[in-house]
């Protein structure tokens, strides 16, 4: 009776661990379910803008500056600006004086009359010659005499002139452009001399940003594209511009050449040069195109493919599911310039099987697995967006792959599971039940209860571990 009373008792413990054992298993997932399948998520090709620009950091300048430089030398009479002055084009800027030759123009004028008086005498005596019966020889002379007195009139008539005009003052110094005068080198009565620069022009109503571009961006910015510019200073405002010039030499910083972009503002209100600028250059503007994410689509070689979500009821997540890419099959970022990445994706070994044509618009579609891979052409992108040209229609579903880390992420990411779970150490307190039934003495059996069960990362020290042999 008593041996009974032992076996029942034996038998009793033994049921309620295996439900606790049982329960434990129902209620904790194992290694292998614990972790949800992934799950691929899909998009699809939509129509939508998009924008590819270029942006650089700089500052407003005055692109329109003209030094003002006289042609004439002469005594000033009058400046008539000062620096800080507005003026417009054709504004005299500066008089000068007339030279004073009156004293000289006297003294070729007196003499002018006496060269006429003494023509009127020589004239005078020839008629009398004549008249008289002079000989030929006087007559030659005295014609000789007038003829050399009017060539002294008409040289003396021309010095006069001369004097006269020299008494002329030079003409005024106007402005050759609209501006603000920014620097004044002359004062009046002071001699300008040929070519001496005397004022300095700066057009402070039509400005413009100069801006610092990278050289891997250069070769597509050009001439009358427009960009978009916003000021420190006026954060509330967006001021159109236009790319008017770009420089032919570039500056190196950091490793990296900068070339310097002027971009013409279409309007100058409440702007002062100096003020630091921030601009945005379009190289791109498409409207109602097809697009989709960026990172939906990868590049083997020169082709360009996207996953179509799988129909394999196997693939993890049905539908949505499927392969995993691995991360280092996926694409390089591809930039903001607006074409391909320079550097092709690769596809993961898997997928390394020939295509096949499937019509004359050489559309490809590539079945690995689980997973079909279409070939499309693109066209423009930015950071988010690409352009889809031909090989997908609007409204079809794509797969935007998942990243899967490294091998030791994962394994990693697997015993932090584990711990959280609690683990299941061995089970390995069943080793018993040997020996045959129940031993004389009414003990268990001596490998009965033994082991490390529970054992793990759950409790420490062996859990709730059981040894045998006996009581």
Do not use: C
Request: aromatic share 4%.
């Amino acid at each position: 009776m008593k041996k009974k009373k032992w076996l029942w008792i034996g038998v009793g413990i033994v049921g309620a661990i295996l439900i606790a054992l049982a329960a434990t298993m129902l209620i904790l997932p194992d290694k292998k379910t614990g972790e949800a399948a992934p799950v691929q998520r899909t998009t699809q090709v939509v129509k939508g803008n998009i924008l590819v620009s270029v942006s650089g950091s700089g500052s407003v300048i005055s692109t329109d500056s003209q030094s003002v430089r006289t042609k004439d030398e002469g005594k000033v009479n009058e400046v008539m600006v000062k620096a800080g002055d507005i003026v417009k084009k054709g504004q005299t800027l500066l008089t000068f004086e007339a030279d004073d030759l009156s004293d000289s123009l006297e003294t070729k004028e007196t003499s002018l009359e006496s060269q006429k008086m003494d023509l009127i005498d020589l004239q005078a005596q020839y008629k009398r010659q004549v008249y008289d019966g002079a000989s030929e020889e006087d007559l030659n002379n005295t014609r000789k005499s007038i003829t050399k007195q009017e060539l002294n009139i008409k040289s003396t008539e021309n010095e006069i002139a001369s004097i006269k005009e020299d008494m002329i003052p030079p003409d005024s110094l106007t402005s050759p452009m609209d501006g603000t005068i920014t620097s004044v080198n002359i004062t009046a009565g002071e001699k300008a001399n040929n070519g001496s620069e005397l004022f300095v022009i700066q057009d402070y109503q039509n400005l413009s940003v100069q801006i610092q571009v990278d050289e891997l961006d250069i070769p597509q910015v050009k001439t009358g594209m427009k960009s978009s510019v916003q000021l420190d200073a006026l954060p509330d405002q967006t001021i159109d511009g236009e790319v008017s010039e770009i420089a032919n030499e570039g500056t190196a910083s950091g490793g990296v050449s900068l070339f310097d972009v002027t971009i013409k503002l279409k309007q100058s209100d409440g702007i002062r040069v100096g003020m630091s600028a921030e601009a945005s250059i379009v190289l791109s503007d498409k409207t109602d195109i097809l697009t989709l994410p960026v990172e939906a689509v990868q590049k083997r070689g020169e082709s360009y493919f996207v996953i179509l979500p799988t129909t394999d009821a196997s693939a993890a997540g049905s539908r949505n599911g499927g392969r995993i890419v691995p991360e280092g099959d996926l694409q390089q970022p591809i930039g903001t310039s607006g074409e391909p990445p320079a550097r092709p994706s690769q596809i993961s070994e898997d997928n390394r099987q020939p295509s096949s044509d499937s019509g004359q618009d050489r559309q490809r579609t590539k079945t690995t697995g689980r997973t079909n891979m279409q070939e499309v052409e693109i066209g423009v992108h930015n950071e988010t967006s690409i352009e889809i040209v031909s090989g997908l229609k609007e409204g079809d579903e794509v797969v935007i792959p998942t990243v899967m880390g490294s091998s030791s992420s994962n394994s990693t990411r697997q015993q932090e599971q584990m711990d959280q779970a609690g683990g299941f150490g061995g089970f390995g307190g069943f080793g018993g039940f040997g020996g045959g039934g129940v031993n004389p003495n009414g003990a268990m059996p001596g490998g009965g209860m033994s082991g490390g069960g529970f054992s793990g990362g759950g409790t420490p020290g062996g859990g709730a571990s059981r040894t045998g042999g006996g009581r």
